[in-house]
């Protein structure tokens, strides 16, 4: 058990932990702006952990404690979302509580204390590791840790889309809770089918956040999934995945246009960024290092070129695009895209041993020394150690 850890929980609540876990960030390898639209993506556990020692109480009292945090004491039960807690932690809780309970699952209280390495707005989902993490707890200390990876993703985005108010998939959640690397098929949201591989390469996987705030973006971010629904329904379909490149082309080239330049592009993204997935995970599976630097290449530049969300207008010095500009340049042989939702955050880059160095000191000159980390495949997910 982690000691210093330990230490904390003693001089918090006065008696020594049972339990150890840690709760991974996630890394979006490829599949940029595809599950929305039942597509394929793949995620990863990052090694930036969520890391908690916690013991069972008799009641249902959660106490959690952590490092620069507010101490937070929460019944755990049945609860319904509250607007009024919006954008909070005790939301969080509350709500992966919530989702145990409704798939018949067993809850309780337990004290708490966290530290944390993944990075609030870093890309790397804090809040689905934190999610992930009560679900780990409440599994192990109340369930004998049967509660199911999949379970756990579901609780968790249940309990940010419904309790903590910010409308998302369940990709993040996934990254989280299975580890190693996840190769997701959306075609049912409900129930995405998972396959885990392992990352087979010597390629360095680097995050570099520009620094670029995410406030008032919310529009942007909104445009791309709906604009992707409106080719979708102009072809009779909820979602692209429901239809073909072909028939989007063909619709295309029959009523001129209907299909705004922006919405058309994006629609093209959707399927070739779908076969790049598919592409991707060949590449891992058969040890294909250039195969799969070329596809996640491919991806960058889409995401840069057609889906257009590597920038918004008049803020590119802290943007995903300069940055990805500026790796482009100083690793040509590595590979670089854009992490997540875009527009303003993080991109992901994955070096060649050869070039990491002029590569680290070129992003650390542009962005800063904190903005460049390094992370690896994590091994395992949300769970009891």
Same mark, same amino acid.
């Given at each position: 058990?982690? *000691?210093?850890?330990?230490?904390? %929980?003693? !001089?918090?609540?006065?008696?020594?932990? *049972?339990? *150890?876990?840690?709760?991974?960030?996630?890394?979006?390898?490829?599949?940029?702006?595809?599950?929305?639209?039942?597509?394929?993506?793949?995620?990863?556990?990052?090694?930036?952990?969520?890391? $908690?020692?916690?013991?069972?109480?008799?009641?249902?009292?959660?106490?959690?404690?952590?490092?620069?945090?507010?101490?937070?004491?929460?019944?755990?039960?049945?609860?319904?979302?509250?607007?009024?807690?919006?954008?909070?932690?005790?939301?969080?809780?509350?709500?992966?509580?919530?989702?145990?309970?409704?798939?018949?699952?067993?809850?309780?209280?337990? =004290?708490?204390?966290?530290?944390?390495?993944?990075?609030?707005?870093?890309?790397?989902?804090?809040?689905?590791?934190?999610? $992930?993490?009560?679900?780990?707890?409440?599994?192990?200390?109340?369930?004998?840790?049967?509660?199911?990876?999949? =379970?756990?993703?579901?609780?968790?985005?249940?309990?940010?889309?419904?309790?903590?108010?910010?409308? $998302?998939?369940?990709?993040?959640?996934?990254?989280?809770?299975?580890?190693?690397?996840?190769?997701?098929?959306?075609?049912?949201?409900?129930?995405?089918?998972?396959?885990?591989?392992?990352?087979?390469?010597?390629?360095?996987?680097?995050?570099?956040?520009?620094?670029?705030?995410?406030?008032?973006?919310?529009?942007?971010?909104?445009?791309?999934?709906? =604009?992707?629904?409106?080719?979708?329904?102009?072809?009779?379909?909820?979602?692209?995945?429901?239809?073909?490149?072909?028939?989007?082309?063909?619709?295309?080239?029959?009523?001129?246009?209907?299909?705004?330049?922006?919405?058309?592009?994006?629609?093209?993204? %959707?399927?070739?960024?779908?076969?790049?997935?598919?592409?991707?995970?060949?590449?891992?599976?058969?040890? !294909?290092?250039?195969?799969?630097?070329?596809?996640?290449?491919?991806?960058?530049?889409? /995401?840069?070129?057609?889906?257009?969300?590597? /920038?918004?207008?008049?803020?590119?010095?802290?943007?995903?695009?300069?940055?990805?500009?500026?790796?482009?340049?100083?690793?040509?042989?590595?590979? @670089?895209?854009? @992490?997540?939702?875009? %527009?303003?955050?993080?991109?992901?880059?994955?070096?060649? *041993?050869?070039?990491?160095?002029?590569?680290?000191?070129?992003?650390?000159?542009? %962005?800063?020394?904190?903005?460049?980390?390094?992370?690896?495949?994590?091994?395992?997910?949300?769970?009891?150690?």
């Amino acid at each position: 058990m982690n *000691e210093a850890l330990k230490k904390r %929980f003693v !001089d918090s609540f006065g008696y020594e932990p *049972e339990r *150890e876990f840690v709760s991974p960030g996630r890394l979006e390898i490829i599949g940029n702006h595809t599950d929305h639209n039942h597509g394929f993506a793949i995620v990863a556990s990052a090694s930036l952990y969520i890391r $908690c020692v916690a013991r069972k109480r008799s009641d249902n009292i959660i106490n959690l404690n952590s490092e620069g945090n507010k101490f937070y004491n929460i019944k755990a039960g049945e609860a319904k979302p509250n607007e009024k807690e919006y954008s909070t932690t005790y939301a969080l809780i509350k709500g992966v509580v919530n989702g145990l309970i409704k798939r018949g699952y067993h809850v309780g209280g337990f =004290d708490a204390y966290c530290v944390s390495e993944v990075p609030s707005g870093g890309g790397v989902s804090s809040s689905a590791a934190f999610e $992930c993490l009560i679900g780990a707890i409440e599994s192990a200390l109340y369930n004998d840790n049967k509660v199911s990876k999949m =379970d756990l993703a579901k609780v968790s985005q249940e309990a940010e889309r419904d309790f903590f108010g910010k409308p $998302c998939g369940i990709l993040d959640q996934i990254g989280c809770a299975y580890g190693g690397i996840s190769v997701v098929d959306f075609f049912d949201d409900k129930n995405p089918i998972v396959s885990n591989t392992n990352f087979p390469f010597d390629l360095k996987i680097v995050l570099t956040n520009p620094g670029g705030s995410h406030a008032g973006l919310t529009d942007y971010y909104a445009s791309i999934p709906n =604009d992707m629904k409106h080719v979708a329904k102009l072809l009779g379909r909820e979602y692209l995945r429901e239809a073909s490149l072909k028939d989007v082309q063909q619709f295309n080239r029959t009523h001129l246009g209907v299909l705004t330049k922006q919405e058309y592009k994006r629609a093209v993204h %959707f399927y070739k960024e779908c076969d790049r997935v598919k592409e991707a995970y060949k590449a891992l599976l058969a040890n !294909d290092e250039a195969e799969f630097i070329k596809v996640i290449n491919e991806s960058g530049l889409s /995401s840069s070129h057609t889906l257009k969300n590597t /920038s918004v207008p008049n803020r590119y010095h802290n943007s995903p695009e300069r940055a990805l500009n500026i790796a482009r340049k100083v690793a040509p042989h590595s590979a @670089h895209r854009v @992490h997540g939702g875009g %527009f303003m955050g993080t991109i992901i880059s994955f070096i060649k *041993e050869e070039e990491y160095p002029t590569f680290k000191e070129a992003m650390q000159k542009a %962005f800063g020394e904190k903005a460049v980390i390094d992370v690896s495949i994590s091994p395992f997910g949300s769970v009891a150690l």
